[in-house]
């Protein structure tokens, strides 16, 4: 069984005139994973966060973090965080942030000037290194987020929103920073609203609606019962090929025919029908939801414009 770093149950949190932010969450995340946490504005994910990380109290809260009970003030000497908005003084230079922090962290001077060059590096600041923050762009300033948050070598690293204000080369970038921190063994946790980055990096999820964790997996697993195949051929089939092929559960639509089924040792005897036949085939996928249509599904109903009408993403040659 997979280690959790972070396990908790019951985590509740109740503001004065009786509001419910969180109502009863319960939560494992597995060491070494990249994990996002999904959810509509108001859900409930910054609170959840903050609460892991000391900044908010829980009305109640039952689990641990890094094997300690949450609030364990030295647990938190082996974390990272870059908030959603996160603020530095703009008269500082990019280096200086991150040293900055460094010293909040109880980082030894040596390390941190150490750690600062080889952080501004991987995130792509080093030639900016020497400019003030007021100077830099909003993606510029959340690469430095992103560096200061590494800054004390965490085992877990919260992100929340990190690649807003970044641009599309800025985000592949980011991507592979997050995937050299996965394979160095470090546990990501991300907080954001762009799904179909989260669905290229993530191992896990967790969708959180109304102060509840509602659903929680790989997302292979959540969309495992919508998963299907697709083969499209060179052109529509006649009646009597037709016939031969409902039997298998295939579905026609022009020159695409679609099996719902989860095992690929069924669409075999298809394609040999179809070969048999002389038809032409020109393209073989597997399909499923994406991580979008899977939100979309499980929270929908509650935002505006409720939930779309299921689509279906291609995936991987079979």
């Not at 966060?49 to 000391?54: P, Q």
């Not at 597997?286 to 935002?303: I, K, N, P």
Request: net charge neutral; proline share 4%.
């Amino acid at each position: 069984m997979t280690e959790s770093v972070i396990d908790i149950e019951e985590v509740r949190k109740r503001y004065r005139g009786g509001v419910e932010a969180l109502r009863g969450v319960s939560l494992k995340v597995p060491k070494g994973q990249i994990f996002g946490l999904l959810g509509p504005n108001g859900a409930g994910k910054s609170t959840l966060v903050k609460i892991l990380l000391s900044i908010v109290r829980a009305t109640e809260c039952r689990g641990e973090m890094l094997g300690k009970p949450v609030g364990d003030k030295a647990t938190l000497a082996r974390v990272g965080y870059l908030p959603e908005h996160a603020r530095f003084p703009e008269y500082l230079k990019g280096e200086e942030v991150i040293r900055y922090v460094a010293g909040l962290s109880g980082v030894p001077r040596a390390d941190a000037i150490k750690r600062s060059g080889e952080l501004l590096e991987v995130v792509g600041m080093k030639d900016w290194a020497n400019r003030r923050m007021g100077s830099y762009s909003k993606g510029m300033k959340q690469r430095i987020g992103l560096a200061q948050a590494l800054v004390n070598d965490p085992e877990i690293v919260f992100l929340d929103e990190p690649t807003d204000g970044v641009d599309p080369k800025g985000r592949l970038e980011m991507r592979a920073v997050l995937k050299m921190m996965k394979e160095q063994g470090r546990t990501v946790f991300i907080n954001s609203h762009l799904l179909g980055e989260l669905e290229m990096i993530c191992d896990s999820v967790a969708i959180m609606d109304q102060g509840k964790i509602v659903r929680q997996g790989t997302i292979a697993d959540l969309t495992e019962k919508t998963r299907h195949y697709e083969i499209r051929v060179q052109e529509a089939l006649g009646n009597m090929l037709l016939e031969k092929l409902k039997p298998h559960g295939v579905e026609c639509q022009g020159e695409l025919l679609t099996m719902y089924q989860q095992d690929a040792g069924r669409v075999q005897p298809v394609i040999d029908i179809l070969r048999a036949d002389g038809v032409t085939i020109t393209s073989m996928s597997e399909a499923r939801q994406s991580l979008e249509e899977l939100f979309m599904e499980t929270v929908g109903s509650h935002g505006p414009g409720a939930a779309m009408p299921p689509k279906i993403k291609q995936k991987e040659n079979v």
